[in-house]
């Protein structure tokens, strides 16, 4: 099937519209929130309740469950609009986890839908203090007590604003062994935070989003039922990568965003600051820096849509998410490197939203799978195609 | 009542204007295009009616190239009920302008209709005038608040020099808006959604009996001429000196 990213006018005025809401209910509190570190509730309540209003509150889920029902290309657009701003912000215009689409029974009213409806908020909690891209090395355990499972164990840098009101919580449930050794069996629970047992504390600061936190978790004995169980038993990873593949184009996305803001700020200084008589945009020093932001973030742009185009199809493999995610974080961080190199001096300073953004650029080269990674799981494919 | 509400497909309001290298005209090869602002004024006003149930039906209406439905389709997404596009590929003046709107208003019967006070691309500050002298309707120009009557009459409020003046205006009458009238709302996901599936007549200025051929002629389009820097006198003096025998204004 030919692809065609030309957009349609709904996808147009989806753009519009998100456009208008971070200038009007995000742009005025970024530096303020960015500067204190610290998300005020009132302001954080008050985005929510504007994003509810205008539709954009979970938007990415499946019409059927009270979201938006957006397809992928326009989920990419939104997400490429809010990657405008600050996550400690955007995070309340709340696009849930899609995994909590593999509720069943009462965990469809008791979180799914809650999590949809913006009344509650989960938390995605994989990495570990000792398993960080090394995901398989996890150590959070539940061990089967009858119908019961009980969990020991601990989690860090799970990214969050405002406690959560349940987590996902990957744990080792037990060992197969298979033909290539010793296998560990991994199984997601949703967790309530106020579960016996179950402590959450904030982590240190992150130089990245500052306002936007992230959790340490304690599990001391927490004894969950096995109705807590997200999927199925052992199938914590499948369902990881069958809902969550996505997220990484999204986040593409979002970095696309961010490095058109930062790029049309420097466009804008290069423009207007003179220097030695005449504009800094009419030394090549300057202007083919920005050619060569224009050009890489074109570039990034295309492979995320293209990317989205075979997410669509149902034909994207781990590769593609993770080229169009390596490409477009790597992107960010040249361009808001430059951008940065444009306005010299004034762009370190705190009075432009510069330096923040290119703070904020640093942490997209790690989370949801440091660069490396995503070389890893590219080259991958490659080799195995050739090895004997 | 049914109301109608004019929407203009501009310039966007963030881009730099630039004129074409053959002056005669401005650049919209390659530029953001939008709905006049204006007008977006006019459509939350229209809309607030039938929220308010003083209105019964909205109908936004556009004129110009295939791509005015673009500008349509945004205030059905802002909640319009439905569309026409009056299709023609000719330049469009505002007497032609006037002219086509009035043929929309007699085959639509609407109570009011309602105009930006001016399109940010001519900024002309005619059409609405020139509508309600074709249709022998009053007008409210520069509205800045309007409040419906029970007896069918409208009071609204004028942003005129030195302040505020306030006219009662009897159904159906033109009414054009001001910037103060309302801060338009953007359009909501379901709404936009909802758009999709509101219909949008199409028809052209031959069906309505029109003559939308240009009166005017443009001669030339030209950029404004450089400001010139400023300078800094010395002295009060020196000030009054310049002003008599420079500038020659005292």
């Avoid at chain 1, 953004?357 to 997209?364: H, K, P, Q, S, V």
Wanted: proline share 4%; net charge neutral.
């Amino acid at each position: 099937m030919a692809f065609d990213f030309s957009q349609t006018d709904e996808q147009r005025m989806l753009v519009e519209t998100v456009r208008q809401f971070i200038e009007k209910e995000i742009f005025p509190h970024e530096r303020e929130v960015d500067r204190a570190g610290e998300m005020p509730v009132d302001l954080a309540r008050q985005i929510k309740a504007r994003a509810k209003e205008v539709g954009l509150y979970a938007a990415n889920m499946p019409e059927e469950v009270g979201g938006g029902g957006l397809d992928v290309m326009s989920q990419m657009l939104m997400e490429r609009e809010l990657g405008k701003c600050n996550w400690a912000l955007q995070k309340f215009v709340g696009r849930p986890s899609a995994i909590l689409m593999a509720s069943r029974d009462e965990q469809i009213e008791k979180y799914l839908l809650p999590t949809v409806r913006g009344e509650k908020m989960e938390a995605f909690a994989l990495t570990e203090p000792g398993a960080g891209s090394d995901a398989m090395s996890i150590s959070t355990r539940a061990e089967a007590d009858g119908d019961d499972y009980v969990l020991n164990g601990g989690k860090h840098f799970i990214s969050g604003i405002g406690l959560p009101d349940f987590a996902i919580v990957f744990t080792v449930t037990g060992i197969d062994e298979t033909k290539r050794g010793p296998r560990k069996r991994v199984t997601a629970f949703l967790v309530d935070r106020d579960t016996p047992g179950f402590s959450i504390r904030r982590g240190p600061r992150c130089v990245s989003y500052r306002a936007y936190d992230n959790y340490e978790l304690f599990f001391d004995n927490v004894r969950l039922n096995k109705r807590q169980i997200l999927g199925e038993e052992g199938k914590g990873f499948v369902l990881a990568n069958e809902w969550l593949t996505g997220g990484r184009v999204m986040v593409a996305a979002n970095c696309c965003g961010k490095a058109e803001r930062a790029m049309e700020l420097a466009t804008d200084w290069a423009a207007t600051r003179k220097q030695f008589g005449q504009t800094i945009g009419k030394f090549q020093g300057t202007s083919f820096k920005l050619a060569d932001m224009a050009t890489e973030l074109r570039a990034a742009d295309t492979l995320v849509a293209y990317t989205c185009w075979k997410l669509e199809q149902g034909t994207m493999t781990d590769a593609d998410a993770a080229m169009a995610k390596l490409f477009a974080s790597e992107m960010l961080g040249r361009v808001t490197d430059q951008a940065i190199q444009i306005f010299g001096g004034m762009g370190l300073m705190d009075e432009l939203p510069l330096e923040m953004m290119w703070r904020d650029a640093r942490i997209e080269r790690i989370w949801e799978g440091t660069s490396e990674i995503q070389r890893h799981i590219i080259s991958r494919d490659m080799l195995r195609a050739k090895e004997q | 009542m049914k109301v109608l509400v004019a929407v203009k497909r501009v310039v966007d309001y963030n881009v730099k204007v630039r004129v074409k290298a053959d002056g005669t005209g401005v650049e919209t090869a390659n530029v953001k295009m939008s709905m006049n602002p204006f007008d977006e004024i006019g459509v939350e006003e229209a809309v607030r009616l039938k929220e308010a149930g003083k209105a019964t039906e909205v109908i936004a209406v556009s004129l110009g190239p295939t791509q005015c439905q673009e500008t349509i389709r945004t205030a059905l997404a802002m909640g319009a009920d439905r569309g026409i596009h009056v299709q023609t590929d000719v330049e469009l003046q505002p007497l032609a302008v006037a002219k086509l709107l009035k043929a929309v208003v007699d085959k639509e019967q609407p109570q009011i209709c309602i105009l930006g006070k001016q399109a940010i691309d001519d900024d002309a500050n005619q059409t609405g005038q020139m509508l309600a002298a074709l249709a022998g309707w009053p007008q409210a120009t520069f509205a800045s608040k309007l409040v419906i009557n029970d007896d069918g009459s409208a009071n609204v409020t004028r942003e005129v020099d030195g302040g505020l003046e306030t006219v009662t205006v009897k159904m159906p009458f033109v009414l054009t808006t001001d910037l103060r009238l309302n801060e338009p709302r953007y359009a909501s996901l379901p709404n936009i959604m909802k758009a999709k599936k509101k219909p949008i007549d199409t028809l052209t200025p031959e069906q309505l009996g029109v003559d939308a051929a240009p009166r005017l002629k443009t001669l030339k389009v030209a950029e404004p001429a450089k400001r010139q820097a400023g300078i800094k006198v010395k002295s009060v003096a020196e000030l009054v000196d310049k002003l008599r025998n420079e500038a020659k204004v005292i």
